[in-house]
């Protein structure tokens, strides 16, 4: 640029001026205004400095990373088919889906008041917080201050804009609510995470994992160090000046048990990177390796918190769908199965149990069109006409939650044969026990096969609860159990005679 200047001014000492030159100082001085104007817009950037560019600026809309067309305008005529879109975004791992449903349920817009509900925004808005496409870097070079990374791009900055706004409503969310509440919205996005098998698990793992932020992201991470309360520069200590997201930072507790739980399930997914991840963080500290033995045994019981995505509808009566399909091989054949192997009567009795039909329907034919679209609304799905076997399932799980002993006897089976959801014996074991509670003889029978046999990691082995269970069977009139207790009591009987 001095080169340049010389120049100029050579040629404005000699004279060689174009037509009009007297107006040239003018026009460099717009000139170097509009650059000291950019240069200003620039630096408010301060991407030496670590500053967002955003900071200091109120206007969000600004700030914020454009929404595509379909995640804008009110839709107040199509709110639920509105919401469905962005829910199979959302399980998908959509991010802006993720903030987009938290904003709704949060009825940030007039329109969105009827479907208001505090938990639901708060798990989006979790799940947003935990999702990498939120903070993994599209552009970066290496910042000269402490060796973090710092973002060349817009998009980075402005997903941190957004990164920043959902930490800073979460935390209120979280802090305006029960303990019970707080524990419903972790519920949530566990199971969420559950059902994106490798991934999902990895991210639950680092949730977890005192060697990564709030919410999974590098340590370093400016947002995480925000919530965190501590300042860019500051790597050990708090920053007084900062107060920090204690609500939103408190709902997953650093635990190194959790973290290699869920590395472990994300290693018996079969996912080759996964195994490399949880040996790293073997090595990561010397007390972690030593918990092996004890994660293999918690991880055969582990089962996620819902049987599907809790289906409780605010009062616009748009009931929240569970948008997570079956993945895997695994899972399609065990879906297969539910045509020819389970007889449909179960269905049809579940179907009675939930008020869907009068009547235990014993063939799909029998239902009626409107009896197939009440189910597909109570589970939040396009209400097509048609009952898949997936809906099936679902059928029956949402009798045994709501307390139908032989809907839990019925999907106790399932889950120990692989029909319709892949063999699972901890859920079996599960549901078993619950039917039992209730006093079902056959859950009764099958719990005291469990206890007769021992199941790894789920049931040891106790013969005490075995003929304990298998007597108070055959007092309930199991005809099996009777016919065992009665060989037994003869041959006791036989015994005494001698």
């Known amino acids: ?52 560019f955003w900071q200091g600026r109120g206007d969000g809309a600004s700030n914020s990373c454009p929404r595509p067309a379909s995640m804008t305008g009110s839709e107040f005529n199509a709110q639920e088919t509105g919401l469905r879109a962005l829910r199979r ?31 639901e925004s708060a798990t989006w808005l979790a799940m947003a917080l935990a999702n990498d496409e939120g903070y993994a870097p599209i552009n970066r070079t290496r910042r000269d201050g402490w060796g973090g990374w710092r973002p060349l791009s817009r998009y980075d900055d ?41 991934e999902g698990y990895r991210t639950l793992a680092r949730l977890h994992d005192g060697l990564y932020g709030p919410y999974g992201e590098p340590e370093d991470n400016r947002e995480a160090r925000e919530a965190w309360g501590r300042g860019a520069g500051d790597r050990g200590g708090r920053d007084r000046n900062r107060r920090g997201y204690p609500s939103a930072i408190g709902l997953f507790q650093r635990n190194d048990v959790d973290a290699y739980l869920y590395n472990y399930l994300a290693v018996q997914t079969g996912d080759v990177g ?96 409107r009896q197939i679209e009440t189910l597909e609304a109570m589970l939040g799905h396009p209400m097509e006409g048609r009952l898949s076997y997936l809906e099936r399932v679902r059928a029956i799980q949402l009798a045994a939650v709501n307390g ?15 029909i319709g959801l892949p063999a ?25 096969s469990y206890f007769a046999l021992g199941v790894s990691g789920v049931a040891d082995q106790d013969k005490a609860q075995a003929v304990a269970y298998r007597i108070d069977s055959a007092l309930s009139g199991f005809g099996p159990s009777a016919s065992r207790l009665q060989a037994v009591l003869a041959q006791v009987s036989r015994s005494q005679r001698r």
């Open 89 to 119: 975004a959302a399980f998908q791992n959509d991010f802006f889906a993720q903030l987009e449903l938290g904003a709704r349920y949060s009825a940030v817009r007039a329109t969105d008041k009827n479907i208001e509900d505090p938990i």
């Open 274 to 369: 996964a195994y490399v991840l949880m040996r790293d963080f073997e090595r990561s500290s010397p007390s972690r390796a030593q918990q092996q033995r004890f994660v293999e045994v918690k991880a055969r019981q582990w089962t996620p918190p819902f049987e599907f995505y809790p289906n409780t509808a605010p009062q616009s009566g748009v009931p929240f769908s569970d948008e997570s399909r079956p993945r895997g091989d695994a899972y399609e054949y065990a879906l297969g199965r539910m045509g020819g192997e389970l007889p449909f009567i179960h269905v049809g009795r579940a179907l009675r149990y939930l008020g869907v039909s009068e009547t235990a329907a014993q063939r799909p034919e029998d239902l009626s069109k």
């Open 1 to 52: 640029m001095a080169d340049g200047e010389g120049e100029h001014g050579r040629r404005s000492r000699s004279g060689h001026s174009r037509p009009g030159g007297s107006r040239a100082p003018v026009a460099v001085a717009a000139v170097v205004g509009v650059l000291a104007l950019a240069a200003l817009g620039m630096s408010s950037c301060n991407r030496d400095g670590g500053v967002r």
């Open 424 to 448: 699972d014996y901890a859920r079996a074991f599960k549901w078993f026990e619950e039917a039992a509670r209730q006093g079902s003889p056959e859950a009764k029978f099958a719990m005291s």
């Open 404 to 418: 139908s002993s032989e809907a839990q006897l019925v999907l106790a089976v399932m889950y120990a044969e692989g």
């Open 158 to 198: 402005c997903r941190a804009f957004e990164r920043h706004e959902a930490y800073r409503k979460l935390d209120r969310l979280l802090g305006n609510m029960t303990v019970d509440e707080q524990s419903a919205v972790r519920d949530r996005v566990i199971y969420i995470l559950s059902t994106q098998d490798a």
